[in-house]
């Protein structure tokens, strides 16, 4: 137990050592050699530049309003990802017929859909959470689809014996939690996906708020300190999301993993 106190501790000073390292190097470029806070602000202006009342006065508003489209495009993903994933990875008639549109369709680049979801939804929190979702959307097929594929046949056998005998009962009791390191995988990849796609859909003005809308407005104005500070806010927030989602699926999903080494 000593040992293993002592190894944490080891490499949160580590961490600690580096962050501050990073800091420091930072400042030292950006206040000595660069010296223009348009081509670099320095450390020391973004954090003036996170407390001054023209971000505080609406961060929250603009956190609220970031999450939402994020939820909105995510969740989506989720209630058509997985099930039709799943669904292609077990019956291969429907693999056969989807397969070639998904094949198509996947290459094309979030960004590119844009035009049409201003099209579709206009200037809306949907037409913002569509872009997300077309970024979220392939990772958590594919990672349903591989899980699915993926499922022993013995444990397919096993299910047999035991009494599951229809395909619903054998997806929901044999093959949907053997899948589910890979279904949490393709979710976790679409979740930094659909983040990074986040930015590109606020900023076609779905919504005066969100984090990705403010970013593009401070560099209209040339304000880089305050461009910083939204690119940080959008790193930190994609960690602490990012992190809940693994201790939840390490807790609750994939409790039955531990120990092993992967």
């Given at each position: 137990m000593n040992i293993r106190l002592h190894s944490r501790i080891r490499r949160e000073l580590l961490t600690a050592l580096s962050v501050a390292a990073a800091i420091v190097l930072w400042q030292v470029v950006a206040e000595f050699i660069v010296d223009?806070?348009?081509?670099?602000?320095?450390?020391?202006?973004?954090?003036?530049?996170?407390?001054?009342?023209?971000?505080?006065?609406?961060?929250?508003?603009?956190l609220g309003t970031s999450l939402l489209?994020?939820?909105v495009g995510l969740g989506a993903a989720l209630l058509i990802g997985?099930?039709?994933?799943?669904?292609?990875?077990?019956?291969?008639?429907?693999?056969?017929?989807?397969?070639?549109?998904?094949?198509?369709?996947?290459?094309?680049?979030?960004?590119?859909?844009i035009p049409f979801a201003i099209i579709w939804f206009g200037l809306t929190t949907q037409a913002?959470?569509?872009v997300i979702f077309v970024g979220a959307f392939f990772p958590i097929l594919t990672g349903a689809y591989t899980g699915l594929r993926g499922v022993p046949k013995t444990f397919v056998e096993a299910g047999k014996v035991l009494g599951c005998d229809t395909n619903l009962e054998l997806i929901r009791h044999i093959a949907l939690p053997a899948a589910l390191p890979a279904i949490a995988s393709g979710?976790?990849?679409?979740?930094?996906?659909?983040?990074?796609?986040?930015?590109?859909?606020?900023?076609?003005?779905?919504?005066r708020y969100g984090i990705g809308?403010?970013?593009?407005?401070?560099?209209?104005?040339?304000?880089?300190?305050?461009?910083?500070?939204?690119?940080?806010?959008?790193?930190?927030?994609?960690?602490?999301?990012?992190r809940l989602f693994r201790a939840y699926t390490d807790s609750r999903l994939l409790r039955w993993r531990t120990g092993e080494v992967v």
């Open positions: 223009n806070r348009i081509i670099l602000p320095s450390f020391t202006d973004v954090v003036a530049a996170f407390l001054s009342p023209a971000v505080m006065n609406s961060l929250l508003i603009d489209h994020f939820g997985i099930p039709l994933g799943v669904g292609m990875g077990w019956f291969r008639t429907l693999d056969s017929l989807a397969d070639p549109i998904i094949e198509v369709l996947r290459p094309i680049p979030p960004l590119a859909w913002a959470g569509f979710i976790r990849v679409a979740m930094g996906v659909g983040w990074m796609c986040l930015v590109a859909a606020e900023i076609f003005g779905v919504s809308h403010k970013l593009w407005v401070s560099y209209s104005l040339q304000n880089m300190p305050n461009v910083v500070v939204y690119m940080l806010i959008l790193g930190f927030l994609g960690l602490v999301i990012d």
